[in-house]
């Protein structure tokens, strides 16, 4: 069966400080959307690529693709109120042609401005989730830690034990759309917690450091200095 892979792309790019949407922001000629986008295409020219945007950036973003010529084939959906319930429009876009045989389809969620995972990682996601169910790249957590209690003290805590989470998270399809049958909670805050909260195990794989989450200028630099610019 042919992978899936939705990536979201909702953000408003507040942290960023830019009135464009930060997975518009063009680094060597191109959006980190389109990066993020022809890294999957790159990976798998089978992989069947779901992209989730808010109504009102869906014009700009099929511009961008006439003028810049995105390189891979995916579909558009409708994003929602939050990442929960945009992740649940993908799914259900395309619900009607994996429910059948939902035990067999693997799919990825992917944050629209990491567009620097490896495919090695990807490939990683994929085969874990085929033997697990559910999967999360992860980097342990290299600073030291402390919890801070709601008194405002604060003791250390062993890093170790400790891991940084990434995406993509890769799931069997019937998995996951059975966690997003679940009512929407502040409590998700990725889709392993929303799988999680059904009772299913989540497994990891290592990712690479360089699959950072593009949020804030800082972040801009680094991934200017990753694509060369």
Known sequence: MKPYVIIVAGGKGLRMGSDLPKQFIPVKGRPLLMHT???????????????????????????????????????????????????????????????????????????????????????????????????????????????????????AVDRSRYYAVHTPQAFRADLLLRAYSQDYSPLFTDDASVVEATGVPVSTVPSNPENIKITTPLDLVIAKALLGE
């Open 37 to 155: 986008v022809e890294k999957f295409g790159d990976w798998n020219p089978n992989a069947e690529i779901v992209l989730v945007l808010p109504a009102d950036h869906q014009p700009y973003w099929k511009m961008l693709c006439r003028e810049i010529g995105c390189q891979v084939e995916h579909r558009i959906v409708t994003g929602g109120e939050t990442r929960f319930h945009s992740v649940r429009n993908g799914l259900e876009a395309i619900r009607g042609e994996i429910e059948q045989d939902a035990e067999n389809v693997l799919i990825a969620v992917h944050d629209g401005v990491r567009p620097f995972v490896s495919t090695k990682v990807i490939t990683a996601c994929f085969e874990q989730a085929s033997i697990k169910g559910a999967v999360v790249p992860v980097l342990p957590v290299v600073d030291s830690l402390r919890e801070v209690d709601a008194q405002g003290k604060s003791k």
